[in-house]
């Protein structure tokens, strides 16, 4: 296939796609159903409307294939989509290789991240509903920062339950969320009894999603005015990060090319379901293409976790969910990729990766840094530390292709920048960072705690 | 005129200009000859050459309309080239305007700023004559980030002195050219006799461009494998930096519009340069346009300094320059637009500001935070604090437009994110940020250090 030697690859606004891709139309196997925590049932619209506004709810379990996108999140869109797609010729030539190498830069958004692409829907569908305010958790502060915005453009209040760990590490995240007029604070925090609780069992915790997400929920729950809003893992969520794959699939096509290989990081998998599923009908018809997600071996839900009914937080206020999980007790360690630090998974995900429909990979901190830092001089974009897991796979791609003889198409969603994680990056210059493992025996205990069916 | 209701204005990779536009060519005063500063007498290139390339100092002087762009920099540019031009919709709603407001967004670059736009030829010029090594300073950081990456991409080592308010107040930027495999210290360092001397008179200093000037030029003039470089202020900057007035040309045409006010930030003159100069023959050819270039109030040097033969430096190791100047023992407070702190200007809009053709306004720090978090809040972009005295300067004259009932067309030019100075935003937030103006007193004294002629 000849590919034109375009660097920047842009989709004109007008192309931009005008629906979600909702993958759920086309699965082998349709998504266990989620579960009422108390009753184990499976759930009903009734169970999720007192947090979650009702068109993000009949998202959650549609199975039409295309779902339009208002014209008002179109409008926002506009401001950063349809994101480019870049050929990386500064990389392929540090690598000597002759593969294609391309990436989709979502770090274009104005918050940084692809992000904004949920945001917005979920900000506008509760807005139409008159919802005031918003509360939600975040790790790196990507889906924080982006809610924020999302809030201040739509007139709603956004709160920030920020996980302390990456509250500490990058100390101008609270700041460019309250810029756009967010509040944020550390969790756990004492504004909650979930909060309260986890500070008792242990006062040093460097926090969890899943103990912050428990306070997001919590804070919804006890006011009518309040919903609350989550950046991964839902069906929804996933539905509005299509658009990326959607345009990618366009984009190639401009250049007269194909991938042969599609690669996310994943954590609650939205970015590498985002750039991932408008791939799987291919895929289906019998397209040779492989689709991988890739994890840090800090938190490897998909490579060593269990595929099973597991709660989303730290205390079981969510409804259960069947994901590929390390247990909702899970504590990763403090890695830099602070976005992947999350005990389970997207069930859609976990179900295409079930059925063999995705693989997953998971890599080292240190190599992440190292790929980054050859990214950063070759092609100029600092990665965020969350994008770098999947820099790491394309470089291995790519290098495994070298030493095999082939060349393969390889596209990778370069998920968000990492101006904000420059803390992460002098740690990893002055060799303070570590290639930090899961504890087998912490696996085992948190394992137990899976709630039983 | 009617307006076509882009959101993103995009021109294609193919359309990006193949020349920079040399306003040498135009100017109905021709520049007053740089002086050298032992004997008085105008510049040879021979008294440039032990720290400017032939290839830059023949364009510094050159009277040709069009340059050509030599392929690798094309190639290079290509990264993030042509740099789209947003029409501010959010911000028109904001504003309740019926201008169009337009800001072209050179934060697009991989360093986030406008200043790879001449980083890139600085570095290329001087690879291709067998030079190793450049030195540099700089203020905000912008620059010394840009030639770090440019540098990593020729493969030149490069070494930044940076201001030492700026080095404090923005932590990351070390970082970032360290990563980009650039070394930068804090000025006035003991690296250097300059720096010595500037520490013994005031330890507390909190340093000045005029001082990481002079300890740059002195380090580079030590060595023979080593050049200078410098960020803005000199013509062939200027040039550099019209390939985005050039882009922003057609991209107005693209949607069928043409500007009535073009803003610029100015400090030593880059950016508004870039913006500005391909619109002056059209001014020259009688269009009604205004080229407007925004100051801080706390460093006025158009519109409080005076006309006259100055250091670009603060111990007199620089050619001296015919320009709008402060004096160069001028110490502006540490605001934190760091990059606008400098006492001089560009030659170039020095001379076009004196013959009519640009025009000067000072504004002052929290109008332009202001104004700055009015924009992050309505189009989602964090400006750098540089920048956003354009954007004080844009929104000023769409709300007296709107007094007067009259509806322009506003560009301004968004030469910067401000991701890396949301410590600055933060000041702000907290209350902390003055509306410092220079004390009289001080500039009469500096006046009095100019250089007799």
């Known amino acids: ?12 606004e007008e192309l931009m796609p005008k629906y979600w ?4 139309a086309d699965m082998p196997n349709p998504l266990a159903p989620g579960l009422n925590p108390q009753t184990k049932k499976p759930l009903t619209p009734s169970d999720l409307e007192p947090i979650f506004a009702r068109e993000l709810i009949a998202q959650e379990v549609s199975t039409e294939r295309f779902i339009e996108i208002p014209a008002e999140v179109k409008e926002l869109y506009k401001q950063y989509r349809p994101s480019p797609l870049y050929r990386a010729h500064g990389l392929e030539k540090a690598l000597d290789t002759s593969c294609r190498i391309y990436y989709k830069y979502e770090g274009i958004s104005p918050v940084g991240s692809h992000k904004l692409n949920s945001a917005l829907p979920q900000v506008f569908f509760n807005k139409i509903q008159g919802i005031k305010r918003l509360t939600t958790e975040t790790g790196a502060g990507q889906w924080g920062t982006a809610l924020s915005l999302a809030g201040k453009l739509f007139g709603l209040e956004i709160m920030v339950y920020m996980v302390k760990v990456s509250f500490t590490q990058k100390p101008y995240r609270r700041s460019i969320m309250e810029l756009y007029g967010g509040k944020c604070i550390p969790s756990p925090s004492t504004l909650t ?39 991964s893992v839902l069906n929804h969520v996933c539905l509005h990060q299509t658009i990326i794959g959607q345009e990618v699939k366009k984009q190639m096509e401009m250049v007269d ?36 997600g890739v994890e840090p071996t800090a938190c490897p839900s998909m490579t060593k976790g ?29 890695i830099h990729a602070g976005g992947l630090r999350y005990h389970g998974g997207s069930p859609i995900i976990s179900q295409l990766y079930h059925d063999g429909l995705l693989e997953a990979v998971a890599v080292k901190q240190n190599p992440s840094f190292a790929a980054a830092m050859l990214f950063a001089q070759s092609e100029g974009i600092v990665p965020a530390p969350e994008s770098s ?3 790491r796979t394309a470089i291995d791609e790519a290098l495994k292709a070298k030493e095999s003889g082939e060349v393969k198409s390889i596209v990778f969603n370069l998920s968000g920048h990492g101006q904000l994680d420059l803390y992460s990056y002098d740690r990893y210059l002055s060799g303070e960072t570590e290639d930090v493992e899961f504890s087998q025996k912490d696996l085992q205990k948190s394992l137990e705690s899976l709630p039983k069916i």
Chains 1, 2 share one sequence.
Request: negative net charge; aromatic residues 8%; hydrophobic residues 35%.
């Open 1 to 12: 296939m000849s590919a034109k030697n375009l660097t920047k690859i842009i989709l004109p």
């Open 21 to 24: 891709y909702n993958v759920q």
């Open 193 to 231: 009894a979930s909060g309260r609780e986890a500070l008792e069992k242990n006062p040093e915790t460097p926090g969890t999603l899943a103990i912050a997400i428990s306070e997001a929920v919590e804070d919804a729950t006890s006011r009518t005015d309040t919903n609350y809003s989550l950046g």
């Open 257 to 292: 090319d194909y991938p042969d290989i599609v690669i996310g990081c994943c954590g609650g998998g939205s970015n590498f379901a985002g750039i991932a599923l408008p791939f799987i009908p291919d895929k289906l018809a019998g397209k040779n293409i492989r689709l991988i």
């Open 306 to 334: 269990v595929f099973a009914y597991d709660y989303g937080d730290s205390v079981g206020l969510t409804p259960m969910l069947k994901m590929y999980t390390l247990g909702h007790d899970f504590t990763p360690s403090g």
């Open 389 to 391: 897991h999947a820099i």
